[in-house]
């Protein structure tokens, strides 16, 4: 397979393609005549694959192999959101300063010191090969999209196979997990020195930056209390626990609803096996979760200590880059990089900084005059794309728990649902084996060998639970040991202190209420129950705000009519609630700005209300918007654009339909920016039935009717049909097309 682009040969005649159609529909697993015994070129892949879209955008790839389909699905990808598929790509190649000038400095040179590029190039020569195949289609695939649009590149025009190998490091560990380090912007400023000129003094101690280029590093929430938002639901119950027959299993994580850790829903058929429904990020060469025909799986953010920091001692007066190591010292190996910086006036600037790395990891600061080394599991070793496949390949419980047991992936709780009738929960994770004396959660002395990782953990020794006698398994970024019914959990004696970080949370609470709640669940209640707005915490924190109201004495005007207003709900939030809106933005209050006081927090809650809307009365869906904006989230909300009311709410009040927002100057409503993104109900039977949601829609381009189609359903709290089987695709086909075929529509391109 090559991975250079070219342009696609002449279409195929109608003849040919209404014979591919006719297949796609019976379900034959015979290549059309036409086709090649095995397609290798990228013409002859883009003759191979059939796209189908379906009523909602959504892509359906047929092909005769695996890799096939793959070149297909990324190409579909390509059609819906190249702008976001290239932007992800510039960031993990460390080059979004040559995008977006010098706002980018510090998340390339974070990337640059991490070694993701040098890391990403060293995995993709050990890559089997049966994956080097599949990543070179993927990129087949975009460079074939690229050859018919050349207009909507902004800088990469050949993207190469690796690529796919640094979009995953870096959505995983720079997104995802190198803020767990807890590494201020001041102390990440030393992780550099300008270099002047090429005649600098490589010796010299490391200058520092300005701290204002790591201040808000792509990927880590800005305000900590906001990090609910990274987290997601996800529920499974045996088939005795399912009124349908078959387990049922509820797929929610709740990302970012802009930037490269949005969701993008696809649906790929080989030949040869692979056959898969579900969502990945743009640029995914799957989709990461969802079902294939015999199981399925989704995953929530977890917290295990996957991520070390090392103080490092730079105390040889005769070889500044000598650390010290148990009884003497080992030396940290100095490398240059080169960013290219856009200038206001266009112009690009190429800017060289001096790095280091140690044996523990790369150096990413200084704190009280000692360096920080980071090292992070699985980091070096890569295998996310295998493991990604051989999950997605799996036929049964057995497999999938091979391919889980490679750790490569290195952190995410996982339910999983099979039509056996398993459901198995497992706190996931690449854990180090360390020795338990030392404090893992602080940074510890490099100095010491002690603190050595010896190894990771297997699979079988996290925690974890299979087919409990309660006939349910949940997580929603909670502790491990609540997974399931009393009886059924883990025992936290049994880990390690290090391993597990989290306590309980109301989501968790309100999932075990609903899952404990009634003997058996029809498939259009687990449906329903998707999109369950009940909050949960009201019931804690009214009676509390009552009696603070009564001890103060205080039950006078808007204080006595918002309590009453409060204790007449009934828990439940809906788009005309004005109790959820006060309830809301109380506790917004007490979290966001540590307000212990529940009374004076009420009262700026009401008088908030008051200067935005000139009445605390506000219905919440008059509040509570979705809006889509560019892909980007750079693109300012607006209050006289189109957009929808939504029931949903913030996390920590402990709603299932979690929906949150962020207020904007000059903006009376505030508008979704991260949240239930994309939702999967399925039921494993024979075969499995799906429905699903995306946020917006499929397709980024305002445009498509694509654009914003999927959101009145979702505002709605219900799910359109996810097709899997060849007939039911072809049920609903709405258009069947090859690869570079015809074009889908001039694409939305260009941040605002």
Known sequence: MRSHRSRLAAPCGILAAALVLVCLLSACARKAPSAPERPETPEEMAAAVTIVRDSWGVPHVHGPTDESVVFGFVYAQAEDNFWQIEDSLIQALGRASEVYGEERIGADLLGRALGIERLSRQEWERTPAEIRSLAEAAAAGLNHYIAGHPEEVRLLDEIEPWHLLAFSRFSVYQLFMFSRAGIRAEEMAGMARPLEDEGADSAEQVARLDASVFAALPGAPADPDAADAWGSNMWAVTPERSADGGALLFVNPHQPYFGPGQWIEGHVRS???LHFSGAGFPGSFLPTIGHNEHLGWSHTVNA???????????DDPDDPDAYRYGDGHRRAERFTTTLRVLGEDGSVSERSYELRRSHHG?????RDGKALAVRMAKFEEGGQLEQRYRMATARNLEEFRAAMASLATPMFNTVYADVEGNIWYVYYGAVPRRDPSYDWSAPVDGADPGTEWQGYHPLEELPQVLNPASGYVQNCNATPFLASGEGDNPDPADFPPYMVSEDDNPRSRISRRILEAQPRFTFDEWARLAFDTRVIEAEVWIPRLAEAISDAGASTGAVREGLELLQSWDGVSTVDSEAMTLFF???EIMIQQRNEDLLDAFRKAIASLEATWGTWRVAWGELNRLQRRHTSGSEPFDDDAPSVAVAGGPGPLGIVFNFYTRPQPGEQRRYGVAGHSFVQVARFGQPVEARSILVFGQRHDPQSPHWFDQSELFARQQ??????????????????YRPGEASMGAAASGAP
Do not use: H
Request: cysteine-free.
């Open 719 to 736: 799910f359109k049909p996810a097709w899997f089987t060849p007939e039911a695709v072809g049920a609903d086909a709405q258009r069947s």
């Open 585 to 587: 933005a109380w506790r």
């Open 304 to 314: 295990p200590d996957i991520v070390d920091v090392y103080e490092l001692t730079f």
């Open 271 to 273: 030949d040869e096996g």
């Open 362 to 366: 790369p150096i990413v600061g200084e």
